[in-house]
């Protein structure tokens, strides 16, 4: 069992940048990682993932403002926002998935909130 805790979180004006964090509680060197988003009502959205192997990919709404890396040695996973804009605004969710073993955690969750 691994557990993903996000933070970094908070209110922004449009423009402004917020770095997220997911700390795991084991090793996630070998699991592909994603970030995602979803608002009320709405279905979850897939922002940015990273593999094991180090591809990248990110949805095409956030290409070449938002950034995902990893650091496997603290077992984190970082997602840099920059340019943030209002429609940016959602819970923002750390998933992690092994390629080979049904193994997928899911974090608690950090509102990220982009003011006009």
């Known amino acids: 069992q691994v557990q993903l805790v996000e933070s970094g979180g908070g209110l922004v004006q449009a423009g402004g940048s917020l770095r997220l964090s997911c700390a795991a509680s084991?090793?996630?060197?070998?699991?592909?990682v994603m970030w995602h988003r979803q608002n009320p009502g709405k279905q979850r959205e897939l922002v940015a993932a990273?593999?094991?192997?180090?591809?990248?990919n990110y949805a095409d709404s956030v290409k070449g403002r938002f950034t995902i890396s990893r650091d496997n040695a603290k077992n984190t996973v970082y997602l840099q926002m920059n340019s943030l804009k209002p429609e940016d605004t959602a819970v923002y969710y750390c998933?992690?998935?092994?390629?080979?073993?049904?193994?997928?955690?899911w974090g608690q969750g950090t509102q990220v909130t982009v003011s006009s």
């Open positions: 998933n992690v998935q092994h390629p080979v073993y049904d193994r997928n955690y």
């Open positions: 084991g090793s996630i060197f070998r699991f592909n």
């Open positions: 990273i593999t094991s192997g180090g591809s990248i």
